[in-house]
């Protein structure tokens, strides 16, 4: 299939270069060109005139699960929001998966996720999720780019949360076997290792994970220093700092995309740059739990890829990356309190070109060659008029809902708002169900929290 966009209003190559009245042209899952093309019998037409061309977005980590969990909570800190949501939902999807083999809430899950994603002009994820196959069989239906950040736990969460070890390990190294790279021609799958924080992961499965990593050829995802609690939890057991710690283990390095990063020394800021780590920032949900604001700013200063993410849901409560970069400058600005400290360009390159790199995959410009993952936004809006510097525009006006048209790998799978690739309402209709059983039977799994009374 050969995609045309006509004369598109401001064609947003990256965050430096911004053309006008421009063609873009894709052939197959590639763009092909920039610049004025005549249209060719059987070419897909898609109007420019008034519309801002830029790459998808890419969200560099999120727990797609936890849409079933949006609003749940409010004013409590990281480890008791695990207690208090998380574990009684767990509890109840790793007994539909484990016990019954039933994968319909991470079917719903991954495509409610996905739509959200794809109609706020998201086209790539990385997932580190309760995995199952249906989660990647939804991203194949809807037409969505992923990754899998397959959780990696053996210690802290509760007993019956964690699978044995070894049984954990071969079922790691199964989806790796059945879903990276895939589709095999043009994959849109691929696979991580994800030993969810230095403290849920033992020393041995520390030494697992690097071990496969290299033997497989793999990237690597782990949540570092997201709170003061992990900190002195490292502290104490371990003498050092987190990432110092993972360190121990060879996980520190360009194949690390390392989440939060929220409390890090000087030494630690230049082990990232030292070794190309790219660290994952999520705004948001830092506010949300309490976590603390991360220093993004002297980490660009000192060289070291940033990319933006929304987090989970469930502390979020979005996953409109349009608003993430929004919130992303903004709460720097005023922590700093300096205007300059960040600015919407360092912040689209954020949510692009470095999720891009975080990924793995070839996007996240708008360059001859690169994966056709491409997104329109309708510039009609009174809040988007005028439009003086279209970069501020996005970053700072711009909102999820004036994305027309949503492209991934070459495929229009949203058109003018409405998704072409399934039945919307039937997702939002699962959702909603198979989102309140969830709920129901949590509120009765032995390890939701009961007050005294």
Request: proline fraction near 5%; charged fraction near 25%; include cysteine.
């Amino acid at each position: 299939m050969t995609i045309l966009i006509q004369t598109a209003s401001f064609i947003v190559c990256d965050a430096d270069r911004v053309l006008r009245d421009q063609d873009l042209l894709i052939e197959g899952n590639r763009i092909a060109g920039i610049g004025r093309f005549a249209p060719q019998p059987g070419w897909d037409i898609i109007p420019g005139h008034g519309r801002t061309v830029m790459p998808g977005l890419i969200n560099a980590h999120t727990h797609l699960y936890q849409n079933f969990l949006k609003g749940l909570n409010d004013g409590v800190p990281l480890v008791d929001w695990c207690a208090q949501v998380l574990y009684p939902a767990a509890d109840v999807i790793h007994a539909d998966h484990w016990q019954a083999h039933d994968e319909r809430l991470g079917y719903a899950w991954s495509l409610a996720g996905a739509l959200e994603m794809i109609q706020n002009g998201t086209t790539c994820c990385i997932n580190m999720d309760m995995t199952m196959d249906a989660v990647f069989q939804a991203w194949l239906d809807i037409g969505f780019r992923g990754v899998g950040a397959v959780t990696l736990v053996d210690q802290w969460i509760p007993e019956c949360l964690r699978r044995e070890p070894a049984l954990m390990r071969q079922e790691a190294l199964g989806y790796v076997e059945r879903w990276h790279g895939v589709p095999a021609e043009n994959p849109r799958i691929h696979i991580m290792l994800a030993p969810s924080t230095p403290f849920l992961a033992s020393p041995e499965l520390l030494r697992w994970t690097a071990q496969q990593r290299d033997r497989l050829g793999l990237r690597v995802q782990i949540h570092v220093a997201e709170t003061r609690y992990e900190v002195e939890n490292i502290r104490n057991i371990a003498g050092t700092t987190p990432l110092r710690y993972l360190d121990r283990f060879g996980l520190v390095d360009q194949r690390l995309t390392a989440v939060h990063c929220v409390h890090m020394d000087d030494e630690d800021l230049g082990l990232l740059r030292r070794r190309g780590v790219v660290v994952v920032h999520n705004p948001k949900s830092n506010m949300k739990l309490g976590s603390g604001i991360a220093p993004v700013p002297r980490m660009l200063e000192l060289g070291i890829l940033v990319a933006l993410a929304n987090d989970g849901a469930a502390s979020n409560d979005l996953l409109d990356m349009f608003e993430e970069m929004r919130s992303a400058a903004l709460i720097q600005k005023g922590v700093a309190e300096n205007p300059a400290v960040l600015s919407a360009r360092q912040v689209f390159r954020m949510a692009t070109e470095y999720g891009a790199q975080a990924c793995g995959i070839d996007a996240g410009t708008l360059d001859a060659g690169k994966l056709a993952d491409v997104v329109i936004v309708n510039l009609r809006r009174p809040h988007l008029v005028p439009v003086h510097d279209i970069i501020n525009t996005l970053v700072y006006c711009a909102k999820g809902a004036d994305v027309e048209t949503v492209i991934i790998d070459g495929r229009v799978v949203m058109r003018e708002r409405r998704l072409e690739t399934m039945n919307e309402d039937d997702i939002i209709v699962m959702a909603e169900e198979r989102g309140r059983d969830l709920r129901q039977r949590s509120l009765q799994s032995p390890l939701f929290p009961r007050t005294e009374e």
